[in-house]
């Protein structure tokens, strides 16, 4: 089977503007997760979604994060303005369900100037 | 708040050596525990899962320990290959939504 896609593979921007991220989970997969990894750390969760709806976001800066999931498949994530600390990889991982295996696309690394 | 940690942030073992990497946990709630293995530039890759109805799992290669009395959690390669140098992060998973927390990881050096 197809793994997850994540696109841009790079991204570099200047602070304060805004940045989009892409993400196709494999066919089937009704959870979609987006993380944050930091240089050195492990994945952070920023949002889990179950088909289009939330389960968790507790950990999403909403003041300038933001993602959606609007029919259920493909996701995108959006930093608005972004801030020299949310330089990091940003991993989407998908999942049959919750409790189960999560498979990891290879990320996009998010450099801010 | 709860966390995810390793005890050993860096692991050096010899080409064929048998390897242990550790993981404590915190949170009591949690009841599914995966290992994930993540190589330079690519996503964490799925190793082996256990529950917490079990005590161990084995894989080709791998096994897993869940000590539920100590919340502490292994990964055991057997034989280890230059091919398992890698970040290795348990993440457990806690509530019925199944949140996901990841330590911070385990470097594993294998030396041929």
């Known amino acids: 089977e197809a793994g997850v896609a994540q696109s841009p593979r790079y991204k570099i921007i200047e602070k304060r503007q805004s940045v989009a991220f892409w993400c196709n989970p494999i066919?089937?997969?009704?959870?979609l997760y987006w993380y944050q990894q930091i240089l050195g750390q492990g994945p952070k969760l920023l949002i889990q979604?179950?088909?289009?709806?939330?389960?968790?976001d507790s950990q999403l800066p909403k003041d300038r994060f933001s993602a959606e999931r609007l029919k259920g498949v493909d996701s995108t994530l959006k930093i608005q303005p972004a801030k020299l600390e949310d330089s990091a990889v940003y991993l989407c991982?998908?999942?049959?369900?919750?409790?189960?295996?999560?498979?990891f696309g290879d990320g996009t690394r998010l450099s801010i100037l | 708040g709860e966390n995810v940690g390793l005890h050993l942030p860096t692991l050096s073992v010899q080409e064929g050596d048998n390897s242990i990497i550790n993981c404590a946990y915190s949170?009591?709630?949690?009841?599914?525990f995966i290992w994930y293995k993540q190589e330079s530039g690519k996503g964490p890759q799925f190793i082996i899962d256990?529950?917490?109805?079990?005590d161990k799992r084995q894989g080709q290669r791998v096994t897993v320990l869940l000590n539920k009395t100590v919340k502490h959690l292994s990964l055991q390669i057997a034989a280890t290959q230059p091919g398992d140098s890698a970040v290795y992060f348990c993440?457990?998973?806690?509530?019925?939504?199944?949140?996901?927390?990841f330590g911070r990881g385990t470097s594993l050096i294998v030396h041929p």
């Open positions: 993440a457990e998973n806690s509530g019925g939504s199944y949140i996901p927390t």
């Open positions: 991982a998908s999942s049959r369900g919750g409790g189960q295996p999560q498979h």
């Open positions: 979604f179950q088909n289009n709806g939330v389960v968790d």
């Open positions: 256990i529950r917490s109805n079990m």
């Open positions: 949170n009591s709630a949690s009841d599914y």
């Open positions: 066919s089937g997969h009704a959870t």
